[in-house]
Nanobody, 117 residues
Framework: QVQLVESGGGLVQAGGSLELSCAASGSTLRMGDMGWYRQAPGRQRELVATMTRGSITNYADSVKGRFTISRDNTKNIVYLQMNSLKPEDTAVYYC???????????WGQGTLVTVSS
């Protein structure tokens, strides 16, 4: 069974950096779109960044210029480099990936990012 396993969350001061990673374990399936969403307390889950298998990216306006998404297609891993973090970036960050040919996306369990002011 395929699972998305996230790592890299934690506590960081405003202006600092963190890198999240997410690996699709237990699968040799090729992944299509992969990406990151986040959900802050009391708010709806929102898109952060996505990347197609062909490396086309899409970013939320709030993170453009600060966050960078990348992926390793050979290992089914997606990364999110987060720089110049702000307190408003505090949220649970979720990884998502859609296997090629599938209509359903997989979701990770979430990793908490806390940015202190």
């Amino acid at each position: 069974q395929v699972q998305l396993v996230e790592s890299g969350g934690g506590l960081v001061q405003a202006g600092g950096s963190l890198e999240l990673s997410c690996a699709a374990s237990g699968s040799t399936l090729r992944m299509g779109d992969m990406g990151w969403y986040r959900q802050a307390p009391g708010r709806q889950r929102e898109l952060v960044a996505t990347m197609t298998r062909g490396s086309i990216t899409n970013y939320a306006d709030s993170v453009k210029g600060r966050f960078t998404i990348s992926r390793d297609n050979t290992k089914n891993i997606v990364y999110l480099q987060m720089n110049s973090l702000k307190p408003e970036d505090t949220a649970v960050y979720y990884c998502t990936a859609k296997p090629v040919g599938s209509s359903s996306a997989l979701w990770g369990q979430g990793t908490l990012v806390t940015v202190s002011s």
